[in-house]
């Protein structure tokens, strides 16, 4: 009977502390959107840096992980169409492939693991050392001038990122196609910019990004704010940040698809 209460008392701390949880999270994230402004009008000297950091400094993953995605779809993608004798749509099936799910949601996981973590390491590390603190006591509200620019930073280049993946996706799968098995390059080209629409492709494709660089973006500041300030409180921070977003990032590519594919019906 201890066990089972036991087991029943630990139940209800997690749901209470995961509630608990939630709810600061919301109120952080309001507390961010109202602290933006400086982010804003400081635009070059504080976001433009976390865009560097977040963005720039992930283009060789982002890139090198595309042209690999690019070139196994091709392969793939010929081996199966080749079946049916539809080889020259490979160029849809990887663009259409890319542009819709492999673009924003691997690029997204990557972001987190890239970005993300170094995000929540940063801030961890600034609590950790009460240089936070010493902000507030100085007068400087660390949300504005912390948390904000680097949530921006993340949100504004998390779609960036995904639409160099998915080009350097294609240009893997037009490498692979074309110029090594063979497939006809006009055929490839031609189906794909017919297949591929704007609206519903490469406009859904940008949303995705979007709204997955503002939830990874989110979970990044908000584990490193809300971090234990120790190592081991950073380093489960920093692996609440890689699961979260992972978890969020599925979760919402199957809700955001929900919808998109109903507008398509």
């Known amino acids: 009977m201890k066990v089972v209460r036991d087991s029943v008392a630990r139940l209800g701390a997690w749901a209470i502390n995961s509630v608990w949880r939630l709810g600061f999270a919301a109120r952080f994230f309001f507390g961010v959107l109202i602290y933006s402004g400086q982010s804003f009008r400081r635009f070059r000297s504080l976001t433009m840096r976390e865009i560097y950091m977040s963005g720039v400094l992930s283009l060789l993953i982002i890139t090198v992980s595309g042209l690999f995605v690019g070139l196994v779809l091709g392969l793939q993608g010929f081996e199966t169409l080749q079946r049916f004798g539809s080889s020259d749509a490979l160029g849809t099936l990887v663009a259409l492939s890319l542009?819709?799910?492999?673009?924003?949601?691997?690029?997204?996981?990557?972001?987190?693991?890239?970005?993300?973590?170094?995000?929540?390491?940063?801030?961890?590390?600034?609590?950790?050392?009460?240089?936070?603190?010493?902000?507030?006591?100085?007068?400087?509200?660390?949300?504005?001038?912390?948390?904000?620019?680097?949530?921006?930073?993340?949100?504004?280049?998390?779609?960036?990122l995904a639409a160099l993946f998915s080009a350097m996706g294609v240009f893997g799968g037009w490498l692979i196609g074309v110029v090594l098995i063979g497939v006809d390059g006009g055929s490839f080209w031609s189906q794909m910019q017919a297949a591929v629409d704007f609206r519903y492709d490469i406009v859904n494709g940008v949303i995705k990004s979007f709204v997955f660089g503002v939830a990874v973006s989110l979970i990044a500041v908000f584990e490193g704010w809300d971090c234990v300030p120790t190592a081991e409180g950073i380093s489960r921070a920093i692996t609440r940040t890689v699961v979260s977003s992972a978890l969020a990032i599925l979760a919402l590519d199957f809700v955001l698809t929900s919808f998109m594919f109903r507008e398509l019906s």
Do not use: C, H, Y
């Open 99 to 160: 542009v819709r799910e492999l673009g924003p949601v691997v690029a997204g996981l990557l972001f987190a693991s890239r970005a993300g973590t170094a995000v929540t390491a940063e801030i961890g590390l600034m609590k950790t050392t009460e240089q936070l603190k010493a902000m507030d006591m100085m007068a400087v509200n660390p949300v504005a001038r912390v948390v904000a620019p680097r949530f921006w930073g993340g949100v504004f280049a998390m779609p960036l």
